[in-house]
């Protein structure tokens, strides 16, 4: 059987920032090791801001055997460049196009989603098969009302295959064409023992100070108000803490983060926590890794409650650390039809408070007490790292890698079918 060639299609690829960039690059490295060829089309990060947003981007860069991908680059993703898109595609020649689809990602431009229908007027050849990231209605266009979802159902309809990373985004979309849900894995994968004393020093942390980590962007869903009513409680219990806040404050592709964070900035200094909060700003993922190390529990108090399509959790998750995050959605099973190997089993996928302290979405007095509770009882903080542990490595790359080839050989053995019958 001949070699698969994939082209990946990302709106972010090293080293520009952001949870897609990370999880492509990931995706690849992985699926070189199953023995794909894979190349990449990107947006051209070029330009002043385009270029230093770029230049300090967390993505990892692929650290296995494999010979990096090949990375063509397109000078956007609004209706005009949809041709140049597809001429870099024709160029490359894949089996199968893998379109990594979240709105932001793309710069909110709809056009994108009219690939599927470029690519096949241009060649017959390549399937083509969308990774839908999130499939929440865009939040920039408010009065948009329901055109807003019609994008999205338009590349549903036209993909060959879809791949949902987030079980209850497949159950929402109710797919007619072939499905399936394969989590992500964690962004920043943990390599080596970092050296937890060597970070505090770095950061200035004292040995007895109890350090709560946050990491990810400044995002409006990641509940950061909450984070700081929370640490304004603690400072009234006399507890010694610092918030420290890991990696990059905006990323690349949503424009919204950096109102967020001007707002985080000026509630600090009204609640005048400053002298309890520490930021890393951009750093390498071996230094994302020794920072996570050196805390004592992560806080992650989303908006929109804790699930799977989290990258930010999942690291966490993958360090072992201890988590304290906002009650999931309930959760619904994936019906078999959609279960693929090795993720086949989705109620093993199921986040309770055997994996991660739960507390209310927006309840900043139930976040400070279950902080308060974790620095005083180091027992439940190892339990938790030990459960986080272990369900992030039921997560692995290379178990992604490994459904996600074998959803490529399902959708290309269902259209070798139809063929046959349409003959």
């Not at 599927?116 to 865009?138: E, G, Q």
């Not at 036209?158 to 962004?187: E, M, N, Q, V, Y």
């Not at 009204?270 to 993922?285: F, K, M, S, V, Y």
Request: aromatic share 8%; proline share 7%.
């Amino acid at each position: 059987m001949s070699q698969i060639h994939v082209c990946l299609v990302t709106g972010e690829y090293p080293p520009a920032v952001g949870g897609i960039a990370d999880y492509t690059a990931l995706l690849a490295e992985h699926l070189r090791e199953e023995e794909m060829r894979v190349s990449v089309v990107t947006g051209d990060y070029g330009g002043d801001d385009g270029g230093r947003r770029a230049r300090r981007g967390t993505s990892p860069r692929p650290t296995g055997t494999t010979e990096p991908p090949d990375v063509q680059t397109v000078n956007g993703w609004g209706f005009r460049s949809i041709r140049e898109i597809v001429r870099r595609i024709g160029d490359i020649e894949p089996d199968v196009v893998h379109l990594q689809y979240q709105t932001a990602a793309f710069g909110m431009s709809a056009a994108v989603c009219l690939l599927p229908y470029a690519v096949r007027a241009a060649s017959r050849r390549p399937r083509f098969i969308t990774t839908f990231h999130d499939l929440r209605v865009p939040y920039l266009f408010p009065r948009a009302g329901s055109l807003r979802r019609a994008p999205a159902r338009l590349l549903l309809g036209a993909s060959d295959g879809s791949i949902f990373t987030d079980h209850s985004d497949l159950l929402a979309a109710r797919p007619r064409r072939k499905a399936a849900w394969i989590p992500i894995g964690p962004g920043v994968v943990p390599r080596g023992r970092p050296n937890r004393a060597a970070t505090r020093n770095r950061f200035q942390i004292d040995a007895d100070e109890f350090v709560i980590a946050h990491f990810g962007f400044m995002n409006a869903s990641k509940g950061v108000e909450t984070l700081l009513a929370a640490a304004e409680r603690l400072v009234r219990t006399g507890l010694r803490f610092r918030v420290l806040f890991v990696g990059e404050d905006q990323g690349i592709s949503d424009p919204t983060n950096a109102r967020t964070a001007a707002r985080i900035r000026a509630l600090e200094s009204r609640l005048h926590l400053e002298d309890h909060i520490i930021r890393t700003g951009w750093l390498p993922a071996t230094e994302i890794s020794r920072a996570l190390a050196a805390s004592d529990v992560a806080a992650l108090p989303y908006a929109d409650g804790a699930s799977l399509r989290r990258s930010t959790l999942l690291t966490c998750f993958g360090h072992g650390i201890p988590v304290v995050t906002t009650t999931p959605v309930p959760f619904a099973p994936v019906p078999r039809e959609y279960a693929i190997e090795p993720f086949d089993e989705p109620e093993q996928y199921r986040i309770d408070e055997s994996l991660a302290a739960l507390v209310p979405v927006g309840d900043d007095a139930a976040l400070a007490d279950e902080l308060h509770r974790l620095a005083h009882d180091p027992g439940r903080r190892k339990a938790l790292a030990r459960s986080a542990r272990q369900f992030a490595q039921r997560l692995s790359w290379p178990s992604i890698a490994r459904g996600t080839a074998g959803f490529y050989g399902a959708v290309r053995r269902a259209a070798a079918r139809e063929r046959s019958r349409a003959r």
